[in-house]
């Protein structure tokens, strides 16, 4: 598998510092349904995680934490919930919980637009370095 980044589609809500909501749309022509089960398309959960690291990228590059440099240290909870098919607009939620010795907290949602089914949640940790 060749190594892609799909990054997010549009952002609907972004509150500075605090939390971001973003869509992303999953395009029946996109090369990785092609690669990820031919007869059974189904979205990746590694590049649902990728969604939701390219929102968050979003939202610190949009805060007043832009200037710092951060690496992810932890994905926790992360739980998997529905499959993601071809024509689904993912709904990524994403809110800062607290911020302890330079590590950032988030919990995060991912839900299907349109009829709001929840697809994966967890929490995320970044560490400013």
């Given at each position: ?39 059974m ?17 979003s ?10 440099n951060?690496?992810?240290i ?24 607290n ?9 995060f ?21």
């Amino acid at each position: 598998m060749q190594n892609r980044n799909y990054p997010i589609d549009r952002e609907i809500e972004l509150v500075r510092d605090k939390r971001i909501i973003s869509l992303k749309f999953l395009s029946f022509n996109e090369p990785i349904f092609e690669e990820h089960f031919p007869d059974m398309s189904i979205y990746p959960g590694s590049m649902i995680m990728n969604t939701v690291a390219s929102s968050l990228e979003s939202l610190i590059q949009n805060s007043n934490y832009k200037h710092l440099n951060t690496v992810p240290i932890e994905i926790k909870t992360a739980k998997f919930r529905k499959a993601c098919l071809p024509g689904d607009l993912l709904k990524v939620e994403i809110n800062l919980k607290n911020i302890e010795n330079k590590i950032y907290k988030f919990s995060f949602q991912v839900n299907e637009y349109f009829n709001g089914d929840l697809v994966c949640n967890g929490q995320m940790m970044i560490k400013a370095v």
